[in-house]
């Protein structure tokens, strides 16, 4: 068992800095120098844990004959500077400095707080450790120096001490210091875990197997060759898996009764579906559409997402909805659009009387579906849209003699100003609507009040399913496995279906099972047992990693460059990002399509019909943070130049470039600086494009400028439309932009941030 640096080994303290057993009663390190901890005190604030690690041993090679041949001086100065590199290119990384012992370095990721990326910067430490030994012993003068490198990541034991070092112990630590003697001079070897961690980021070579005292069978090791900057990815499976719904069938009753209390009662219902990503919001969603497709009767069922990208598009779930039942395309003119509103409209109104409110409706449902952009709206109050939206679901559902559902997804990013009128909704409406809420916790901790017991409210929350329910999950998708086996795989997806599934998924891509159409089942020369050993990765975000690392790199590149577009996208948006033609994209989405990465969008109601939606939002969200910043930054300026010439073209394609790509749609409707909805979603993307910017460029103040167009376009518009929060936020993000595009501080009109921040203050 590893001692760490400051505790005891029988009765006598080590030195912190070198491992050197220190003199009893000494309070500084006769070697070094260092001060010596108060042991006693260090004792008392120990605290064991067992924590997920990555572990760095270190070793110069061939130190002993060097220091043979050399001053007793220059050995004591040659180490001094070695240990200085050592522990500043580890803690440069976020590492631990674990103990010196001799030329030998020990380094811990995560013994006191666990990263994502732990696995990833011990790999890089030791890849750069190695260079700059290299570089030291050029500069001595001494001759060639190197080390040699192993990491491994897994289980250990860790005693955290007041200084924050600890004791960490177990086989890992034992593990890296077999990899580090087996690794050739200048060179660093992984274990297979940590490979799998981190092969999005570092190139690695061959597989080696290495012999490992203690253990009766070779281990596999892999050489660490070098940081690659244009992230890679994981792997994805070799078809969708659909999961069967288990363990919900309350929470879908509780669903199917606020229905049904809607059609007695004849009022609105506010039905909030509340958990954490992957706990199967969508999925009881989708069993509530299943359920009520067998009902005897019409419903006027609507479901649209609100947008995490540009916060100002507001009322977007709203608007979605609308111009999906009135049967809006991309692309069509203004006219069209109010043409189709009116048209719907009619329809529900009596034919043998003229409607007095049909052009009050109009006006005021207009911008909804992008016609005529903000300006029109102007001199309307919030109470006034309000009252002609609210209208609309009523006029719905007596000119349709049915119920209405609409299902608002993603809703923890809504913008107070939607949220509001599903309360105005719920208080003052007079027509058997149900409105179902589909949101992360985040949402009822800044608007408890949606969930609060009343009689027209009710709050369904999703918690972890128990291993039997994802041992059934399991057992309906692949029948063949024996119970102990579906068991232990239960044990391993934490009672998130969304694990379950793509632990799945990753079986399928190891080749491991074999879907059938039917089923899956086991592939040819599996033995079952080997399932229930088979470690899936450390978290859902390298689980997705490793699903997109197996893609080809064209379809891997497609993947990235959508994910900046949003959860949702079009072929034109792709190419346009891209700088490919929409016909040499086709195969790469196919085969994403095939993977199960993205899915496309055949639902006649939606406005998004023919786009691409990610399969679920992490798998967007990894595919997005495996590339460069650069890239990234890059690619936001892309989609950019695309919105924008959409916009000017008067095409309403540029919505289909970001999140919510349907309800931002409308750009066509309006032109630049008019307040059109796209605005904030371009504004959205100059902004992060700025934010991914590691310094100041060339091209930083013109972005700059570009974004606080857009936001103050966007706010002026969320401002018309009595989004008085989505629209004070705009300006906020605008004052936070200004000095990187006025360094002067004011602009050509004279124009401050004082000026804006004058005009947020109102709202």
């Known amino acids: 068992m590893y001692v760490a640096p400051g505790t005891t080994s029988g009765s006598a303290a080590l030195c912190p800095s070198c491992a050197t057993t220190a003199t009893h009663g000494a309070n ?4 070094c120098g260092a001060a010596l901890p108060d042991t006693a005190a260090a004792a008392a604030v120990t605290v064991p844990e067992r924590r997920f690690t990555s572990i760095l041993f270190a070793d110069l090679v061939g130190f002993t004959q060097l220091a043979e041949r050399i001053d007793a001086e220059d050995v004591r100065e040659l180490l ?31 013994a006191t707080r666990t990263r994502e990326d732990d696995a990833e910067r011990a790999v890089r430490a030791a890849l750069e450790l190695s260079r700059a030994v290299g570089d030291y012993g050029r500069a001595s003068g001494l001759g060639v120096l190197a080390v040699r490198v192993g990491v491994v990541t897994g289980e250990v034991a860790v005693v955290v001490g007041a200084a924050g070092e600890g004791m960490v112990a177990g086989a890992a630590v034992n593990l890296a210091a077999r990899l580090q003697t087996a690794a050739a001079p200048g060179a660093v070897l992984a274990d297979a ?3 799998t961690l981190t092969v999005d980021r570092i190139d690695y070579g061959r597989e080696t197997l290495v012999a490992v005292k203690g253990l009766a069978d070779e281990v596999p090791a892999y050489p660490a060759l070098r940081v690659i900057s244009e992230t890679g990815s994981g792997a994805a499976p070799a078809s969708e898996i659909l999961t069967t719904l288990v363990g919900r069938d309350s929470e879908r009753d509780v669903l199917a009764g606020c229905f049904h209390r809607v059609v007695a009662t004849g009022r609105p219902h506010v039905a909030v579906v509340s958990a954490d990503a992957g706990l199967g919001k969508s999925r009881l969603v989708l069993e509530l559409r299943d359920y009520l497709d067998h009902v005897p009767m019409a419903i006027m069922w609507h479901s649209a997402r609100c947008l995490s990208y540009g916060e100002g598009v507001a009322y977007a779930a709203l608007s979605l909805a609308v111009r999906a039942r009135i049967g809006s395309v991309e692309g069509e003119s203004a006219a069209d659009a109010l043409g189709r509103l009116r048209t719907k409209l009619t329809s529900w109104s009596s034919p043998q009387r003229d409607d007095p409110e049909l052009d009050w409706l109009l006006e005021r449902l207009a911008p909804l579906v992008g016609v005529g952009g903000a300006a029109d ?92 329910a994802i041992a059934a999950l399991i057992s309906g998708l692949a029948p063949e496995l024996r119970r102990d086996i579906l068991h232990a795989l239960s044990a391993r997806v934490g009672g998130v279906p969304l694990y379950a599934r793509e632990l799945l998924r990753s079986l399928v891509d190891a080749g491991r099972l074999i879907d059938t159409g039917d089923g899956l089942r086991l592939a040819d020369g599996i033995d079952a047992g080997i399932l229930a050993h088979a470690e899936p990765p450390a978290s859902l975000r390298v689980l997705i990693a490793s699903r997109l690392d197996a893609l080809d790199p064209q379809a891997r590149l497609v993947a990235q460059l959508a994910s900046v577009l949003g959860f949702s996208f079009s072929m034109p948006a792709l190419a346009a990002v891209s700088r490919r033609h929409a016909a040499e994209l086709d195969r790469d989405v196919a085969t994403l399509e095939t993977r199960g990465i993205v899915i496309s969008v055949t639902d006649p109601l939606s406005i998004e019909r023919g786009h691409y939606v990610f399969s679920h939002p992490l798998i967007r969200q990894v ?18 130049e695309f919105l924008e010439q959409a916009a000017h073209d008067g095409t309403a394609a540029a919505g289909s470039a970001a999140a919510g790509s349907a309800a931002a749609g409308s750009a066509g409707y309006g032109l630049p600086g008019s307040g059109s909805p796209v605005a904030a979603v371009i504004a959205q993307h100059l902004v992060d494009a700025l934010h991914l910017q590691s310094a100041p460029s060339a091209s930083t103040a013109p972005a700059a400028r570009r974004a606080i167009h857009w936001l103050l376009a966007a706010a002026d518009s969320a401002k018309r439309l009595g989004a008085g929060m989505a629209a004070r936020r705009l300006y906020e993000q605008a004052i936070e932009v200004w000095p990187l595009a006025h360094p002067a501080g004011h602009d050509d009109d004279g124009r401050s941030a004082n000026d804006l921040a004058r005009l947020a203050g109102t709202l």
């Open 28 to 31: 500084f390190c006769a070697r």
């Open 80 to 110: 001094s500077g070695y240990f200085a590199l050592c522990r500043s290119t580890i803690e440069a990384l976020g590492g631990v400095v674990e103990k010196f012992i001799g030329d030998a370095v020990m380094a811990v990721w995560g």
């Open 193 to 195: 875990r940590t490979r």
């Open 377 to 468: 709206a102007a001199g309307y109050s919030r109470e006034e849209f309000f009252a002609a939206w609210s209208l609309w679901f009523e006029r719905m559902s007596a000119g349709e003699n049915a119920p209405v559902v609409w299902v608002i997804e993603d809703a923890h990013w809504a913008d107070d100003g939607l949220l509001e009128f599903v309360q105005h909704l719920r208080r003052e409406n007079s027509a058997p609507v149900l409105v179902v809420i589909v949101t992360r916790p985040e949402l009822l901790d800044r608007r408890p009040e949606l969930a609060a017991a009343t009689d027209d409210t009710t709050l369904v929350q999703l918690g972890p399913l128990d291993d039997g």
């Open 623 to 640: 595919a997005y943070e495996m590339q460069s910043r650069r890239s990234r930054s890059e690619r936001h300026l892309a989609t950019v």
